[in-house]
């Protein structure tokens, strides 16, 4: 949701113009986005379709801001359609951590203060990463206290995220290309095949605010970017670190099983 706006400056005796991004009104659909179907699910009034237990208030400037813990918030009006794009604007005190989940799994638009929290050193767990999947092709967040700009589109096999006005991710998770990044996530819980979930915004503890969040089904003749993006590198102590992350999750998930069968067994 951004809109264009130019600076005039003399130099020399010449006029340059030179554009400005700036947002645009916030929570407001504009003409375009009318005419190509978006519903806007969050006005920045109320939480009509919203369901949290509370600790999600409003904000002057029409946000949604996580004061407490309490758990997070989700829209409950329909679930998200198998081919959609979804656009909102976000943004996160120092150190904060959030997330985006849109299908059902580890589904995760990661939302995070890059440089202040921890799990911005792997690019797979950094900002408008798909969390502990797939890495954005660089870091395009603005500084904490600042409003980004975040964008989802997924329709077919494809899923992009994009992050102030920038491709971050793109990839078709049928690709071979991108096996490797699909059998991290699957070994994590993830299935990218699976689809109908209700949109939910992560309480991690931290101050997060989100606003103008808009949504529309995308039918099989709209178009989308075309073209794959390159993750970013690895570091390679990420990778061991990612490793060792991993491992525990799968023993921790295994043990899980095993205390949920005895139990079965014991009844």
């Known amino acids: ?17 030179f554009p ?10 504009t003409e375009a986005e009318r005419a190509a179907g ?6 920045g009034a109320s939480f009509d379709g919203w369901q949290q237990q509370g600790n999600w208030v409003l904000q002057e400037d029409g946000s949604m801001f996580r004061s407490e813990r309490g758990g997070g918030i989700s829209f409950r009006t329909y679930k998200v359609p198998d081919d959609f794009e979804l656009r909102f604007e ?7 951590n959030s997330g985006i989940y849109y299908r059902p799994t580890q589904y995760e638009y990661q939302i995070l203060d890059n440089k202040g929290h921890g799990n911005g050193a792997n690019p797979r ?14 870091d395009a967040t603005k500084t904490p206290g600042e409003w980004n700009t ?23 998770y049928t690709d071979p290309a991108f096996a490797e990044h699909v059998a991290l996530l699957k070994a994590r819980g993830g299935d990218l095949t699976k689809r109908g979930a209700y949109l939910s915004l992560q309480d991690h503890g931290d101050p997060v605010w989100y606003r103008s969040i808009r949504i529309r089904e995308l039918k099989a003749e709209d178009a989308i970017d075309p073209g794959t993006v390159t993750p970013g590198e690895i570091p390679a102590d990420q990778l061991a670190a990612e490793k060792k992350k991993l491992e525990g999750i799968i023993k921790r998930r295994e043990e899980a099983k095993a205390k949920a ?3 079965a067994k014991a009844q």
């Open 125 to 138: 767990t950094s900002a408008a990463s798909l969390y502990f999947g797939v890495a954005p092709s660089h």
């Open 20 to 29: 400005i991004l700036t947002l645009a009104e916030p929570n407001k659909l």
């Open 261 to 263: 069968a005895a139990k």
């Open 90 to 96: 976000w943004k996160v005190g120092e150190k904060a």
């Open 1 to 17: 949701m951004i809109r264009s706006t130019y600076r005039l400056i003399a130099n020399a005796g010449l006029l340059l113009v």
């Open 38 to 43: 978006f519903d806007l699910i969050f006005d």
């Open 150 to 172: 975040g964008k989802i589109v997924c329709k077919g096999t494809v899923i992009q995220h994009w992050l102030n006005g920038e491709k971050v991710i793109a990839f078709d």
